[in-house]
C-alpha cells in the first residue's frame, strides 16, 4: 500500500490517496491539487475553512472507512472516499482521471453533511460548480 500526503501549510487544497502500489501510477495527485491551488481560493466559499483535504481510497481487502469531517479549531475540513478498484485497475488513462475527478466531485457534495459542517456556512454548490468548470476544461470530464 502506499499513501501520499501532499498538503503545505499553505495550501488551501491538497489531494492524497491511499492506494495499492500497482494502481498508484493512474492517480494524478500534483495535477488535481496544483489545478485547484492555482484557480480557487477555499476563502470564496467560507471563512471558516482554512483548507480543503480530499483522500481517494483504491484499495482491496482491507479498506478505510470514508470520512467527512470539519475540524473547528483548524479550520481543516476532510472527505475521503472509496472508488471501485477493479474498475479503476481496468481504467485507461482518460478514464482514470474521469472517475478521479466524479469522485472529488461527490466528495464536494458530501461538504454540508460532514461531521461538524452542519449549520455553517459554506458554499458547497458554487465549489462544485467551480471545480466542475475546471475539470471540464481538462477534459477529465465531459459537459452535459
Known amino acids: 500500500m ?3 500526503y501532499t498538503m503545505r501549510s499553505n495550501d488551501d487544497f491538497a489531494v492524497s490517496a491511499m492506494v495499492w502500489h500497482e494502481l498508484y501510477p493512474k492517480l494524478k495527485l500534483g495535477l488535481f491539487q ?3 491551488c492555482k484557480h480557487l481560493k477555499i476563502k470564496d466559499y467560507s471563512e471558516i475553512v482554512k483548507h480543503y483535504y480530499f483522500v481517494f481510497i483504491v484499495m482491496q481487502k482491507l ?5 467527512h469531517r470539519f475540524q473547528t ?7 475521503s472516499l472509496i472508488m471501485d478498484y477493479d474498475k479503476f ?5 482518460a478514464q482514470a ?17 460532514s461531521w461538524g459542517m452542519k449549520k455553517r456556512p459554506f458554499d458547497w454548490q458554487k465549489f462544485y460548480t467551480d471545480v466542475r468548470n475546471l475539470f471540464v476544461e481538462q477534459g477529465w470530464i465531459k459537459e452535459n
Request: glycine share 4%; charged share 25%; aromatic share 10%.
Open 34 to 36: 496544483s489545478l485547484l
Open 89 to 93: 485497475a481496468q481504467a485507461d488513462e
Open 2 to 4: 502506499k499513501y501520499e
Open 73 to 79: 479549531k483548524t479550520g481543516f475540513l476532510l472527505n
Open 97 to 113: 482521471m474521469q472517475m478521479q475527478a466524479e469522485l472529488y466531485l461527490e466528495g464536494i457534495k458530501y461538504i454540508p453533511k
Open 63 to 67: 479498506v478505510p472507512q470514508e470520512t
